[in-house]
């Protein structure tokens, strides 16, 4: 069998992340392209996290949604505020800083409290696929704003070519367990995903270094909530993944690469062979350029949250639960995700 060598992203306490080239899959002869998957595969059941390169989003392509929005997040309060996210099935739309607490908390009074304790310091604008009947996106008005025009042509565009790549990743995944590779096709066609664009805005040493012995995040410890989730970071840092150990350990940024992983959707779905890990974000990693500063400079980040359609129920995958016996009820996609975002928000 041919073997996909992948060097370590991440290696500190137990936790391996691979940094993977994911060309070998989408381009790659038969054996190339088996190896890799199962590199995928083990990477998600080891570690819940992988790093993935040549994954076939140009560089450049990033690089200018990321400065549209920075553009976006540039705006006035006041409109942005007038894009407000408005509802859990929706979930499209603005997010202020400070009225999402990402946490494993589900009963809205405990996330609560801890958002008045702890409130994440960040915000952020979340993209759903477009013509959903009920649940528009919220788009600036692009009458007479030629940066609104592009603001959304450019995500819309950018939106699809991550369902694609989704799409593949969990083609990959499928011809990792040896079933069928267009067996979650039918789950994902549809691309009931969000798009999600992060402004972590510059913020006072001082906010980190909290007298009640609190730890303050810019996100707080969470896990994500649906299949697999494409992370694409600036060159900042400030994520953290939990290790088998019970600590956190930095995954640092590594240029035109895309950190992915697991959610507890697609965990429960492998009754629990693939790990859906938890994670946050918190004080940035100090750089020399920064000492001479108070404050830390402002942090990007976007996040395409692959998950399940609405509709599908999704029950224990084959192969993963003959022995062991299925571990969970079967549960609606749909359903799952918006009781999830309802005690969030």
């Avoid at 994902?188 to 995040?217: E, I, M």
């Avoid at 989730?229 to 690469?257: E, M, N, W």
Wanted: with cysteine; aromatic share 10%; proline share 6%.
């Amino acid at each position: 069998m041919s073997h996909v060598p992948t060097d370590s992203a991440v290696a500190k306490d137990d936790l391996v992340i691979p940094l993977i080239d994911f060309s070998q899959f989408l381009s790659g002869e038969a054996t190339s392209k088996k190896a890799t998957a199962e590199a995928v595969l083990k990477g998600f059941q080891n570690a819940g996290f992988i790093y993935l390169k040549n994954h076939g989003i140009p560089s450049d392509t990033v690089t200018n949604v990321f400065s549209h929005s920075a553009n976006f997040f540039a705006r006035s309060k006041e409109q942005k505020d007038s894009l407000a996210w408005y509802s859990p099935e929706s979930n499209r739309g603005y997010t202020a800083q400070g009225r999402e607490k990402v946490t494993d908390l589900e009963e809205h009074g405990d996330v609560e409290a801890l958002r008045q304790a702890v409130p994440d310091l960040k915000e952020s604008f979340e993209i759903g696929r477009e013509n959903e009947p009920g649940m528009p996106n919220m788009w600036p008005p692009t009458d007479g704003d030629d940066a609104a025009k592009a603001f959304k042509e450019v995500m819309a565009e950018f939106f699809t070519t991550c369902n694609q790549l989704h799409m593949q990743v969990m083609r990959a995944i499928a011809l990792g367990m040896g079933i069928e590779e267009d067996w979650f096709d039918s789950y994902t066609d549809v691309g009931d995903n969000t798009l999600r664009l992060l402004h972590y805005p510059a913020v006072p040493k001082s906010v980190f270094k909290r007298s009640d012995g609190q730890l303050q995040v810019r996100a707080g410890e969470h896990s994500d909530y649906g299949s697999v989730t494409l992370l694409f970071q600036d060159s900042r840092g400030g994520l953290q993944v939990r290790s088998p150990k019970g600590t956190f350990v930095d995954a640092t940024p590594i240029p035109d690469t895309i950190v992915v992983n697991a959610g507890d959707l697609l965990a429960r779905w492998s009754n629990d062979t693939i790990k859906s890990t938890k994670h946050r974000v918190v004080e940035p990693p100090a750089k020399p350029e920064d000492e001479a500063s108070d404050s830390y400079p402002p942090r990007y980040s976007i996040a395409y949250f692959g998950n399940p359609n609405f509709d599908s129920m999704i029950e224990a995958i084959p192969g993963t639960y003959e022995r062991t016996g299925r571990k969970y009820e079967g549960v609606k996609s749909g359903e799952y995700l918006w009781k999830r975002l309802s005690a969030t928000y």
